[in-house]
């Protein structure tokens, strides 16, 4: 089982970006997938998470209303879209899965988890 996490980069403050989390040997719409960032000298902290069996999405309070998370089945891939970028979003970015039914209460909880992407960098600056 593998996971990529793509499309980090450099933006501007007030920019957008959209990450990609891939999956092979494994089918994400099987599986609740959570995004969790982790800026340099800081926990790692979970951020969304998009729910395997009744498509709900969870976010945590410092990106909701800008970060969208969802689910393209056909690519077997998931997306987290964000807009309106903050120098506090600057952090690597990392999908995981898991083998709930649902995100639940617990979804920002790292460890429950049991597949990593490899983490994607995510740099906001003027």
């Known amino acids: 089982v593998q996971l990529q996490a793509s499309g980090g980069g450099l933006v501007q403050p007030g920019g957008s970006l959209r990450l990609s989390c891939a999956g092979s040997?494994?089918?994400?719409?099987?599986?609740?997938v959570g995004w969790f960032r982790q800026a340099p000298g800081k926990k790692r902290e979970g951020i969304s998470c998009?729910?395997?069996?009744?498509?709900?999405?969870y976010y945590t309070d410092s990106v909701k209303g800008r970060f969208t998370i969802s689910r393209d089945t056909t690519k077997r891939t998931v997306y987290l879209q964000m807009n309106s970028l903050k120098p506090e979003d600057t952090a690597v970015y990392y999908c995981?899965?898991?083998?709930?039914?649902?995100?639940?209460?617990?979804?920002?909880?790292?460890?429950?988890?049991?597949?990593w992407g490899q983490g994607t960098q995510v740099t906001v600056s003027s």
């Open positions: 995981a899965t898991d083998f709930e039914q649902r995100c639940g209460s617990s979804w920002y909880h790292w460890s429950r988890y049991d597949y």
């Open positions: 040997g494994i089918t994400l719409r099987d599986h609740n």
């Open positions: 998009f729910s395997s069996s009744d498509g709900r999405t």
